[in-house]
């Protein structure tokens, strides 16, 4: 079945670094979305992309999906405390169920 | 308008035990997935329900079940619980079929199996 592959499974980084991650699919998604998971929450969307090659922010967060559909990145500036948790792609195509990568976890170094 | 309402929060239960979670979407969404999150693990799907029935199903055993009401409101049910059903339970609504929409997430519902 369709699977995707989101890397890198962790991130360690320091304040005021950029961060980037990204996804990947064997399938042809019509769009990708980004989530947010802060611990003991619920996953927040982020973004979603709706067409190749659409770059989309939200404040700091730039998300891009890929030309060939079958990839999309997620760019973080500046990183702050904050954005610690869990970030997971999800794509979805042919009106069938979203699939979820398995998630980057951020830790973020005062 | 209020998001995806889940209780309850946080569940104990023995082994063998049978559990029920409730999960209300956002107002006017139709569709509710179901999710199982265990650490380290990603987000594995149970199941699905658009207008009361059940669309897509995970790869879960039989003792996974779920419902939908005439309100759109779901509950999901865990028969002879195991040690292995402790994990967070997400529950997601959206407009319509999550293959065409976009999911919204509820808090979870922390389950405990002793």
């Known amino acids: 079945g369709q699977q995707l592959n989101q890397s890198p499974q962790s991130m360690f980084i320091q304040e005021g670094e950029d961060v980037s991650m990204n996804c990947t699919s064997s399938?042809?998604?019509?769009?990708w979305l980004w989530y947010k998971q802060d611990p003991g929450e619920g996953p927040v969307l982020l973004i979603a992309l709706y067409k190749a090659g659409e770059l989309t922010s939200n404040g700091r967060l730039t998300a891009q999906f890929g030309i060939t559909r079958k990839d999309s990145f997620l760019n973080i500036s500046a990183s702050i405390p904050s954005d610690v948790g869990i970030y997971f792609c999800?794509?979805?195509?042919?009106?069938?169920?979203?699939?979820f990568g398995a998630g980057t976890r951020l830790f973020v170094k005062a | 308008k209020a998001g995806v309402t889940q209780t309850p929060r946080y569940l104990i239960k023995t082994r063998g035990q049978q559990v029920t979670l409730s999960c209300s979407p956002i107002?006017?969404?139709?569709?509710v997935s179901w999710y199982q999150q265990t650490p380290g693990q990603g987000l594995q799907f149970l199941f699905e329900y658009f207008s009361e029935t059940q669309r897509n199903k995970g790869n879960f055993p039989g003792r996974f079940s779920g419902r939908q009401f005439s309100n759109s409101r779901s509950e999901m049910n865990v028969s002879t619980l195991e040690l292995g059903d402790s994990a967070l339970y997400l529950c997601a609504s959206s407009l319509g079929p999550s293959g065409s929409y976009e999911q919204y997430f509820g808090p979870g519902t922390r389950l405990t199996v002793t």
């Open positions: 107002s006017g969404h139709r569709s």
């Open positions: 399938s042809i998604f019509n769009t």
């Open positions: 999800a794509g979805r195509g042919g009106g069938f169920k979203t699939i």
